[in-house]
Structures are given as C-alpha cells and as structure tokens.
C-alpha cells in the first residue's frame, strides 16, 4: 500500500497555512527565486515538459507543451507579445472538491506555481476564476495575491529580475459551464457562459482576445514541486501516462471520504479499501465513478485498475477531476443517472440543440423509468440519444453527459429493464419530488 | 432611469456604493471584466439586482442595458426578484443525494412550508437545491447566504435555523 503523500497537502492542517509566512517558512517562495533567478523561461518550461505533468481539470494534456502554444517574442523583438495565463477555479464537476482544499488551506502554493508559470511564458498576469459559491475561498486567495504584492512577488520588477506579472481574483455566480475554458472566458469578459467555437484556441485567442493559457488549481500547485525537486524525482513518482502526487477525492458508500494525496496511476480497488476505509455499512460495492460525474461508471469487478489515463482506458473510463463517488448496493442505477441527467440539462447553456433536446429527453426518459412507466425499449433509447449527443455539440458538456448515461445504461442493463418489466424501481425508490 | 423602490434610489446614489463599483472597474485589465463582481455587490446588497441597478452598471460599464440583464438571468447567483434574508441552499446532486441530501430537503420543505424557489411570505427564508458544492465528502452539504455547512443532519438544520430565528 502506497503511505499517503504529503507534497501538495504539505501546508494542509498547519495553524494559519493560507499566511504567506507560514508557506515561507518551509522554503515557500524559494523555488520562484530559483526559477528567476537562476532559470531562464525556456529552461522551466523545458522541467515542466519533462515533468510531464499533465493537467488535473480533466483533460490530463500537458500542461508544459500547451504552455509552449503560446506566442514568444521573435529574434529582434523588444517586447513580449501580450498573453495572459488563467486559473481555473470553478470546480464545479459533481464528485470533485480538491481545488478548495488547495485554495483555503495553501493558496500560496498554487499562487506560486502560477507565478513560475507567468515566468516561463512570460505572460503579463494571471486571471483567477473562482466559483461564485466559494466566497470564503475567493477572500482567502485575495489576501495571498495582496501578501504576494506587499512582499514584491507580485507587481513590476518581481525580485529584481525585471519580470512585471499582476493576478487578477474574479468570481463566478453559479454555473458549471463556466468551468469550460471559452465559457471561463466568456465570463471574465463579463457576459453569459456559452462555450466559443474551437478553432480558435486559447492560446492564439483567450481572454480579451489575447493569447491566453488554462490550467486547472491543482495543475499550478505542482509546478513548484517540479521546479524544487527536478523533472526526474517528479517522475519517480506515479505512472508514465500519470507522473506526480495527484489530490483523489472520494465521496458517497466509504467508510471514510475525503481527499487522499497518493501518487498517480494508484490502483482504485487501494483507494476503495485501504485509504478509503472500505464500504459503508461493509456492504456489497456495486458501482464507482471514478474521475468525477463526467467520466464512464466502473462495475464492482472494474476496480482492479490503475488510476491514471492508461488504466481507465482499459476498462472503457477516464481519470478526469479524480473524484471518486462509491456506491453500494443499496443504490439505484437509474436514480442516480437521473440525478446526473437533471444536473446537465439544467447546467446545458442552450446554444447547442443536442445537447440541449438531449438532456432534457434523457432526463424525462430516465424519470418515466424510474416512476414506474417506462418500456423496456427506453433502455436503448437512452443509448441512441446520447449517442445522437456525442461529438455533435460545440463544447464537451454534451459529451459529459452522453458518457455517463451511456455506460450506465449499459453496465447496468438488467437493472434498468426491470424497471420497465416489473414498473416500479426493484429496489423500491422513488425519484426525488422535488427538482430545480 | 426606471422606477425603483426609495431605498435602492438612495444606495444607487451613496459616494460610498458607487466607489465600491470605480474600485471593481479599476481592479481588472479591462472595465468589463468588473461586471459579475458589481453584480455580486447589488445582490448581496439587495438581495437581488434590480433593474435600476442594471441600468446603473450598464452605464458605468459601457455596455447596454440588454446586455447585462442577459448576464443577470444567465447565473443562478443573481435573481431579477429579491430572495429571502437567509438564502437556504441544500445540495442536491449524487453524492449528497447518497449521503442524505433527500431528507434534509424534505425537512426543511415541511418545516418552513414551502417548495425549493420558494419564499416564505415573512420573506425571511429561500428554499434552494443547488448543485454540487464540492465539498462531497461532507455531504449533505447546506449553505445559508454565505455559510457553508457540513455533513447535516435534521437536527443540525434544527439548530441552525433556530440560531437565525
Ligand atoms: C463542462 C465543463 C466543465 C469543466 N469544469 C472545469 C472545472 O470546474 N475546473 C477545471 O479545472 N476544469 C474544468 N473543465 C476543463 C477545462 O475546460 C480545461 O480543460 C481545464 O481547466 C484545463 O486545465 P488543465 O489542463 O490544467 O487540466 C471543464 C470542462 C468542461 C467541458
Ligand atoms: S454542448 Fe451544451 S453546454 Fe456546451 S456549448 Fe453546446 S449547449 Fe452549451
Ligand atoms: S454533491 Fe453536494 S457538495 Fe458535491
């Protein structure tokens, strides 16, 4: 068993963590002064391409070669063409909640990844975009950028290097598509979050129009680790498609949920029975969704796998935020895929017909089923809708919500036809009354 | 400007609130960007944003009134009718659900005898269900304004919102 590590939850529990004298005092802030110092932006972003580190909003691209799409200065320039670097906060995915530990506990952690960021890509500031619903953390963050500023981390000539870099803190106001990265910078232009179309990418057209480049908190957090210890210790930790320590959150049938920092590429079944304390009630596992809501539903038999892209791949799933939801057997299958699917049609901005029709049909079908007055063909009906979903929208969210509803549907066939057969839930539920 | 109640007129015209929005427009590269934070500002102020405040931000922002009022109804944040004192959000979704979510919100819906987007007619309470708070390893989780609270039980809303009354 893999002991829990302690490397981006090093601040985590200390008295008064989120002060930038805490962080400092265990050598917070050095491995900025090493990269200004003594590394040229070339040189870091050349440790964080060999860090491999991947991206840990769900995606998992690495973060070193998008930073590298951004524009430089050509030879003979004087300035830095404008860009701007973007830290997603929204977290919002169902089954995710490791980015608010980061954000209340170390926010100066993830302040200084984002600073060496800025400095590899010489970008002119970050924008760091918190969801509405954490005031408490969006004033924690506040505060660090102003100790950040007061201490000349932050602002014009930073350490004397020359470098100029301002973080800017702004709030969402409810809306998981606004954790979408064109959607993010839709808002922070201050208008509705409807997703752009892609071509363009951020990083030739982002906020303002101006190259732009996106990671997730968690993301940012590792960048000083890798910059302190070296791109080859960081690889000795997790697995080739996952190096690195990685935040698992794991909520819903365990004996104990909460955020476990383990390695990448740890196996699911560890995280289950060693970490997580097994399962409620030491009843039967019946299914795991393991990278948040988004991300394909294992069976009790599936969780003999590596959490990383390879493993899940294997078992026809996707590591994305690493949120872990558990269920045991008292659960239903088709209320829970239609707690999913009132999720995403209420959280679909609209401009997309698929996924806008397709959302709210799976969410009728899947209530009809689960109230007792569905046909046995809905079951394959919820297939061919979703699959009607997939790659037909301008942003993943319809994709998001396809995946699930197709895996459960599947991995869970009998299930769901019994309900048509006998028509009432088998297990005796009943939807939720109560919606919006 | 459009009609608005006596004391959003006053606070629309305190030197006070409208250098908290010079502040948010000056705070970003560009002006627009302040416009979701001034938007927070009214709603906690008013408990909602009202149209006259819209017009106010879509003036000092340079964007039209339209404009912003689409930005308002976009977010659940902002509502175009004021909420109850104690916004009481319970969430809803699956890991909450499979730590109890159900009762805490069939609780509070016998108890102050309302459905969630209700108010209370003393206009003291807003029932919500809201998504994902992420904080699911604490569910059910239950947020009142700005407040979070975790891992609540029947009992633990009792208290809660007797601590308010
Ligand atoms: C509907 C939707 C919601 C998303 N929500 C988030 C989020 O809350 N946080 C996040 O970091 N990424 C989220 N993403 C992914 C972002 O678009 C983007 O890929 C990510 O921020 C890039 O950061 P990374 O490369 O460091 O992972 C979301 C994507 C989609 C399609
Ligand atoms: S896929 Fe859905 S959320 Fe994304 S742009 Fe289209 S309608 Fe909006
Ligand atoms: S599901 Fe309730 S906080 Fe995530």
Redesign the interface.
């Known amino acids: 068993m893999a002991e829990p590590l302690k490397l981006l939850t090093r601040n985590v529990g200390k008295p008064n963590s989120t002060h930038i004298d805490t962080y400092m005092a265990s050598g917070g802030y050095e491995p900025l002064m090493k990269a200004l110092h003594k590394m040229t932006p070339e040189q870091v972003l050349n440790e964080v391409k060999a860090a491999n580190l991947k991206g840990r909003g769900g995606a998992a691209f690495p973060a070193g070669l998008k930073w590298s799409f951004l524009p430089r200065k050509k030879e003979g320039e004087k300035k830095e063409p404008l860009k701007y670097l973007v830290c997603n906060a929204d ?7 490791k ?2 530990l980061l954000i209340e506990n170390d926010p100066h952690a993830i302040l200084e990844g984002i600073l060496i960021a800025g400095w590899a890509t010489q970008a002119a ?1 970050c ?1 760091f975009y918190i ?6 953390g969006a004033r924690i963050f506040q505060r660090a950028v102003d100790q950040a500023y007061a201490k000349g981390f932050l602002g014009k000539n930073i350490l004397g290097s020359g470098f100029d870099f301002d973080v ?1 803190v ?7 598509i606004c954790g979408e990265e064109t959607a993010l910078m839709e ?7 409807q997703p752009r179309l892609k071509p363009p990418f951020p990083a030739g057209y982002g906020v ?1 129009g101006v190259p732009s480049n996106i990671n997730n908190v968690e993301t940012y957090a590792n960048v000083p680790l890798i910059i302190q210890n070296g791109a080859a210790w960081y690889t000795s930790i997790g697995t080739p498609s996952m190096p690195g320590p990685r935040l698992y ?5 365990v004996k104990r ?3 476990y920092e383990l390695p990448g590429g740890v196996s699911l079944r560890e995280i289950l029975y060693e970490h997580a304390g097994g399962i409620l009630g030491d009843r039967p596992l019946k299914a795991v969704i393991p990278g948040g ?1 988004s991300t394909p539903v294992l069976r009790a038999d599936q969780i003999d796998v590596a959490m990383d892209p390879d493993g899940l791949k294997t078992v026809g799933s996707m590591i994305g935020s690493a ?1 872990v ?1 558990v ?1 045991n057997d008292t ?1 239903c299958m088709v209320k ?1 895929l239609l ?2 699917l ?2 995403y049609a ?2 679909s901005c609209g401009q997309c017909t698929p996924c806008r029709e397709g959302t709210h049909w799976l969410e009728l079908i899947l209530r009809r089923l689960e109230e007792g007055g569905g046909k046995e063909a809905d079951v394959d009906l919820i297939v061919e809708v979703s699959e009607n979903i997939m790659g037909r929208t301008i942003c993943p969210l319809g994709d998001a919500a396809a995946m699930p509803a197709i895996s459960f549907a599947k991995q869970f066939r009998e299930e769901f036809l019994a309900h048509a057969k006998l028509g009432r839930c088998p297990m005796g539920h009943v939807p ?1 009354t ?3 | 400007m459009s009609e608005a109640k006596p004391d959003v007129q006053a606070k629309l015209q305190d030197p006070e609130f409208l250098e908290k929005i010079e502040a948010l427009k000056a705070a970003y590269p560009q002006p627009r960007t302040a416009l979701l934070m001034c938007l927070h500002l009214c709603q906690s102020e008013f408990r909602h944003v009202p149209e006259a405040c819209q017009e106010l931000l879509a003036e000092k922002l340079g964007m039209t009134p339209a404009h912003v009022r689409g930005v308002v109804t976009f977010y659940e944040m902002f509502t175009e009718e004021p909420t109850g004192k104690y916004l009481l959000q319970v969430c809803k979704t699956l890991p909450c659900l499979l730590a109890g979510s159900e009762k805490i919100l069939e609780h509070l819906e016998r108890r102050l005898g309302i459905k969630p987007g209700e108010t209370t007619p003393d206009g003291r309470f807003t029932l919500v269900a809201v998504e994902c708070l992420a904080c699911c390893d604490s569910g059910p989780a239950f947020m009142v304004n700005e407040t979070l609270h975790r891992r609540v039980s029947t009992d633990d809303v009792d208290r809660i919102l007797h601590e308010l009354e």
């Open positions: 977290e919002s995915e169902p089954g995710t909640f980015d608010r500031g924008f969801r509405g619903e954490m005031p408490q800017w702004a709030r969402g106001a409810g809306a998981y808002s922070l232009e201050g208008k509705r979050g303002y959150g794991v909520s819903g049938h949920p909460g955020i809501s949120g939801i269920m659960v829970a707690n999913l009132e999720f209420r959280e939720m109560t919606v919006v």
